[in-house]
């Protein structure tokens, strides 16, 4: 049974950091992409990066280029989302998602679509 597990959230202070963590199970790891995403009260689910774990490529949504940096750890089947410089609009609940990938991936749901999902973790950016 394929399993995401997120973790990290918390309250963090404007232009500060944080990192979320995605453990993934029940699936071949590097079979897979993993994506990031969010969603804030009253807003859609926003993509916000991905990996693709069979060949390492990235993608990133121009709303987090340049502050958010995605990486994994084979040993420990997990998927990192370091965010940095962040503002109180980056407040909202982190979702990860699974999916099995063809060396690419992509955050856009008319592009790439995501079969499993975590529960989320709340991160929360106080001004």
């Known amino acids: 049974e394929v399993q995401l597990v997120e973790s990290g959230g918390g309250l963090v202070q404007a232009g500060g950091s944080l990192s979320v963590s995605c453990v993934v199970s029940?699936?071949?790891?590097?079979?897979?992409?993993i994506g990031w995403f969010r969603q804030a009260p009253g807003k859609e689910r926003e993509g916000l990066s991905c990996i693709s774990l069979s060949d390492g490529s990235t993608y990133y949504a121009d709303s987090v280029k340049g502050r958010f940096t995605i990486s994994s750890d084979y040993a420990k089947n997990t998927v990192y989302l370091r965010m940095n410089s962040l503002k109180p609009e980056d407040t909202a609940v982190y979702y990860c998602?699974?999916?099995?990938?063809?060396?690419?991936?992509?955050?856009?749901?008319?592009?790439?679509?995501?079969?499993?999902w975590g529960q989320g973790t709340r991160v929360t950016v106080s001004s």
């Open positions: 998602a699974a999916n099995v990938p063809s060396g690419w991936c992509d955050v856009r749901p008319e592009i790439y679509e995501y079969d499993y």
């Open positions: 029940g699936f071949t790891f590097a079979d897979y992409a």
